[in-house]
């Protein structure tokens, strides 16, 4: 475990940002699909992210789709200097809300100009390239031709940093034989920890490692321990579950999502939760689901 500083930040694509971030997919209508119910809240929502101190924001284009950019632009845009918008490219959306895979270069080309547009930006700070693999787990298999793709989009100055997204590590050693990678972005958390060595191994490369489902994801954690160890130390489960990966590694960068305020606040707050050794042990102590994915 590392030494816990709660203003810690770390470098994303050579910006230093806040360890705290802000994911924006709950933004979006039910099932990621469509218009939220209340587009006023969700400008407030990411309003209030930033004017908090978040400066690195998580999104995609297939949110929605278009929905959740267009939500950042009109929240946002100018956007701060500061602010490092990461989006990802790899799939689309059915008109019946599936997800598709979408990883030809020329669909890689045509996500990465959806995201400009509907962001409103020249260049997007980082791209990942999302692969499809077993949905929310990656599988093995070359994504040199993806990366290629999105290393000539940098060459033309509409991506200035890729990242990779549900990938093994296999895959991003292939991958940094084309171009940097600047961040990984899998699915981990208190209770699914599969990438426990990939995170250890990018923390030494120093890249980003971002966790998605932070909390949980569309089901939030539900586990006694982490409800007993909560209420002991006086904060919520999900500020403990938020607070156990800043403890994890210092490369490890979080996008909760939400759409409420309410939540973004309590959020917030865990970037100052010290969580003392006891109480590590005890969360290491909940038995991991999903393993083996
Ligand atoms: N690369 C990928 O394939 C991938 C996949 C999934 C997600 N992502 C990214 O990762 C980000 C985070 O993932 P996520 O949003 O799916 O899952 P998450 O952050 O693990 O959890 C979000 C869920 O937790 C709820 N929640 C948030 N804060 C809470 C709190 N304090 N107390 C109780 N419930 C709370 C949210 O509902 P409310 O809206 O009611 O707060 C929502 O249902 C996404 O926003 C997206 O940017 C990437």
Redesign the pocket.
């Known amino acids: 475990m590392s030494t816990f500083t709660p203003m810690d930040t770390f470098k994303l694509g050579g910006c230093p940002v806040r360890r705290m971030g802000y994911?924006?997919?709950?933004l979006a209508g039910p099932g990621v699909f469509g218009p939220p119910k209340d587009r006023d809240a969700a400008l407030a929502v990411l309003r209030e992210a930033v004017a908090s101190g978040v400066n690195h924001i998580?999104?995609?284009d297939f949110y929605g789709p278009h929905v959740t950019n267009q939500i950042i632009r009109e929240a946002l845009h100018p956007y701060p200097d500061n602010l490092v918008i990461v989006t990802?490219v790899g799939a689309v959306r059915g008109e019946d809300g599936s997800w598709l895979p979408a990883a030809e270069p020329k669909d890689i080309e045509r996500g990465v100009h959806d995201n400009l547009r509907n962001l409103g930006l020249d260049a997007i700070d980082v791209v990942?390239m999302?692969i499809m693999g077993s949905v929310?787990a990656p599988s093995e298999r070359s994504i040199g031709k993806q990366i290629e793709a999105l290393a000539e989009l940098q060459r033309q100055g509409l991506v200035r940093h890729i990242g990779l997204?549900?990938v093994t590590s296999t895959q991003v050693a292939e991958a940094q034989g084309i171009a940097e990678i600047v961040c990984v972005?899998n699915?981990y958390?208190l209770v699914q920890r599969d990438d426990d060595a990939l995170v250890d191994e990018l923390a030494a490369k120093g890249i980003a490692y971002v966790p998605?489902?932070?909390?949980?994801?569309?089901t939030?954690i539900q586990s006694s321990v982490l409800s007993t160890v909560a209420q002991t130390i006086g904060a919520?489960p999900?500020?403990v579950a938020l607070a156990w990966l800043l403890h994890r590694s210092p490369n490890i960068l979080l996008?909760?999502?939400?759409?409420?305020l309410g939540?973004l606040r309590?959020?917030m707050q865990a970037a100052q939760l010290s969580l003392p050794e006891a109480v590590l042990a005890e969360l290491d102590t909940i038995q991991q689901v999903g393993a083996g994915h």
């Open positions: 994911g924006a997919m709950q998580d999104t995609s990802k990942n999302r929310h997204s549900n972005q699915q958390n998605f489902f932070p909390l949980g994801g569309f939030p919520t999900m500020q996008i909760p999502g939400t759409s409420s939540h309590e959020n």
